[in-house]
């Protein structure tokens, strides 16, 4: 694993470049396919840089066909953890107070509501139309769900002020989605939002390369077909 310094820190890992950037509310990953554990048989692609974007990416095609990755509670929160929003700890916590609850049960049907709306706005941006005001209610709308307040706190002979949150309700786990799809609307340049190259592929990414030319979710995959593909044409042609 390679750093890459800069005023953004990167990490590269194989061909795929992901970012963590300071004081952004949710924890980095790297991109790929990254099993989740022993306890869940599920596969989560995570190449999206971003959870939000990951979200959205947990129904890709599969032998053309579009697969429901998140088909229960224990799912939602296994993809969590896999994407940096949960300790293994916390996953087995959430799991222990609200799996096949009606609070689980709600949580899962907004993170899949919710995950329709971002895909609309990522299907928007990448192209080139406006990013919508209906995604913008339901980040707001999760934003507004988990109760925080402050608390002071020693550091050294001075008190600072640091917020603390409350997560009581299943709902409150998807908060850092929300957050991570917060920060891509405020802060980031939304033409680095793009789709896979691959037309059948349904992934979505945001690119942090150094050029800024990432055309593929993986070059691992979409990539690696790709290149076989123009290769072959080439032999071809000869």
């Known amino acids: 694993m390679q750093r890459v310094k800069g005023y953004w820190n990167y990490y590269r890992l194989n061909d795929v470049l992901t970012v963590m950037v300071p004081n952004l509310p949710f924890k980095p990953y790297f991109g790929g396919y990254m099993p989740v554990s022993l306890e869940s048989p599920r596969t989560f692609i995570l190449v999206g840089n971003l959870p939000c974007l990951d979200l959205v990416n947990t129904r890709p095609l599969r032998h053309g066909e579009r697969e429901e990755l998140l088909k229960t509670f224990g799912d939602l929160v296994a993809w969590l953890e896999a994407a940096g929003m949960l300790t293994p700890t916390q996953r087995r916590a959430a799991l222990k107070q609200w799996d096949d609850t009606a609070d689980g049960r709600r949580a899962l049907q907004r993170a899949l509501t919710f995950r329709e709306e971002l895909r609309s706005m990522a299907e928007r941006i990448a192209a080139g139309g406006a990013i919508g005001t209906g995604v913008v209610r339901a ?25 603390r949150t409350v997560s009581e309700e299943a709902i409150h786990l998807l908060v850092p989605v929300a957050e991570s799809a917060a920060w891509l609307i405020q802060h980031s340049d939304l033409d680095l939002l793009r789709k896979c190259e691959d037309p059948a592929c349904v992934l979505y990414f945001y690119d942090t390369t150094r050029n800024k030319r990432r055309r593929w979710c993986s070059m691992d995959g979409c990539g690696s077909r790709a290149k076989a593909a123009a290769y072959y044409n080439r032999q071809k042609i000869r």
């Open 139 to 163: 980040v707001n709308g999760l934003l507004s769900a988990r109760p925080a307040f402050q608390q002071l706190v020693s550091e050294g002979k001075r008190w600072k002020g640091e917020q």
